[in-house]
């Protein structure tokens, strides 16, 4: 394990709450909402619902909504949150003020998973000058700090895409990688729904063959939101066996908690990290494709 006092090698993908509110008059500063909300559903296992009228009721002062379910996902998939086009992607974030000589914060309330989606869409289109408020929306509220109800004013900007397919991976990757010892998939959903105990089924209980278990929840401290320390998260990693010199897929359902894995995997410094964008909801769907049950054979960390 690390040792206690190590740091992040990419610590500027985090910032604090105090480091946000000291910043938020950067006339090249762009905070975004991120928030979506996630409603079961025996229907559709979940309703994702909006987090734009919460965003209107009150939000961080100057700060802009973005909405990942309509305006920056494939509206035309079958699966929910899909990535868009580069043209789709560019567009909205242009229109949003975000682009060169510009750096964006991004939030969300309820679940830290919303600003890490957007933060690795954004890596994901060439973009590295964004980062994720440690703690969210809550810990901004429970410090007492300043919300608003005044729209943003970003004026319009040129977003640049520059894509990197490598770290989106396909079902074909991720199939191919079973067998690949250089490789490590990483499910970042609870540990019962990685055993096909309990939790939400994607369809077919369980797991994607081979692959082991960080719940992205265990990447966060007693409170949600603000994650452990690097030596805390580098013992989870290493506990099953995510190595750095391996490459590294993570998912989840629907390709969003598998995004707050590898964000912790590259502030870690690992070099090799994709997210499944299909996820469960995409490989549960051919039987074809292998799942697993059970404990045996393999490794949750912390369980």
Wanted: hydrophobic share 40%.
């Amino acid at each position: 394990m690390a040792a206690a006092g190590e740091a992040f090698a990419h610590p500027q993908y985090l910032v604090s709450t105090e480091w946000l509110a000291a910043h938020l008059g950067d006339p090249n500063l762009r905070v975004y909402d991120c928030t979506t909300y996630l409603v079961p559903d025996p229907a559709t296992t979940f309703r994702a619902e909006s987090g734009r009228p919460k965003w209107v009721e009150g939000h961080i002062p100057g700060s802009d909504y973005l909405d990942l379910q309509g305006e920056l996902s494939d509206t035309s998939s079958k699966l929910r949150f899909t990535m868009p086009s580069t043209e789709q992607f560019a567009g909205a974030m242009s229109r949003h003020g975000l682009g060169e000589g510009t750096r964006a914060v991004l939030y969300s309330a309820g679940n830290i998973m919303w600003a890490t989606r957007i933060w690795w869409m954004l890596r994901a289109f060439g973009f590295d000058a964004a980062a994720v408020l440690d703690g969210g929306w809550e810990k901004w509220v429970a410090e007492g700090r300043p919300v608003s109800t005044e729209p943003a004013k970003y004026p319009p900007a040129r977003f640049v895409a520059k894509p990197r397919p490598e770290l989106i991976a396909t079902r074909g990757e991720v199939l191919a990688k079973i067998a690949d010892q250089g490789a490590c998939t990483i499910n970042a959903l609870s540990d019962a729904q990685h055993t096909g105990e309990g939790g939400v089924s994607y369809g077919r209980a369980g797991r994607i063959k081979g692959s082991v278990n960080v719940a992205f929840a265990r990447l966060q401290s007693g409170k949600p939101g603000v994650f452990r320390s690097a030596a805390e998260l580098r013992g989870l990693f290493s506990e099953v066996g995510a190595d750095p010199e391996k490459k590294i897929i993570t998912y989840c359902g629907g390709g969003i908690a598998a995004t707050t894995d590898a964000f912790v995997l590259t502030m870690l410094g690992y070099p090799r990290v994709a997210v499944y964008d299909g996820s469960l909801g995409e490989w549960t769907a051919d039987p074809s494709l292998p799942m697993e049950t059970g404990r045996e054979g393999t490794k949750i960390a912390g369980g």
